[in-house]
């Protein structure tokens, strides 16, 4: 055989395993969607699962609708100075939850099909009473992550939800 046939399959036979060892194995989970997601409505929610192996984090962020800030009306302007004058603009007040999530049973995404899980909060920004408990349910419709999120008995958030593009 010659030497360049031989490093080529040798070359060739190492990519195989190599890459065949790095890939994984999915099975049909938590893992088959997105993991970013964004509200198709206002308010604006953002939802990131974070996969972790043997458990699964969450960080939602909540985007209130804008708020416009106006500068006072006793601003006065100094003459040749108009920089000194504050404009208006739009403020966004945010609010961003992280914790564990527990599935009742391991979603596997089927159409029609509600899951339940336990989420956990442990993180908060701005800060809150911590840890929070809340009850999700969520279920998978033409492409979209609907939610909705309980505190006890009394609902805190109901969202629908597409996925964001991974790059």
Request: glycine share 0%.
């Given at each position: 055989m010659n030497k360049n046939k031989y490093t080529t399959y040798l070359g060739l036979i190492f990519s195989i395993i190599f890459f065949q060892g790095c890939s994984t194995n999915q099975d049909d989970g938590i893992l088959n969607i997105s993991e970013k997601w964004t509200s198709t409505t206002s308010p604006r929610y953002e939802l990131w699962f974070q996969n972790w192996g043997d458990y699964q984090r969450l960080l939602m962020v909540i985007n209130?609708?804008?708020i416009r800030v106006s500068p006072s009306p006793y601003v006065t302007d100094k003459k040749n100075k108009p920089y000194l004058k504050p404009k208006e603009y739009e403020k966004i007040e945010k609010q961003q939850l992280k914790g564990n999530?527990?599935?009742?049973?391991?979603p596997k995404w089927e159409k029609g099909k509600s899951y339940n899980a336990r989420w956990e909060v442990d993180r908060a920004n701005p800060k809150i009473k911590l840890p929070r408990l809340f009850d999700i349910e969520a279920s998978y419709v033409d492409g979209n992550l609907v939610i909705n999120v309980s505190e006890g008995y009394e609902p805190f958030i109901g969202m629908?939800?597409?996925p964001l593009k991974s790059y």
């Open positions: 209130s609708d804008p999530l527990y599935w009742q049973e391991k629908e939800l597409t």
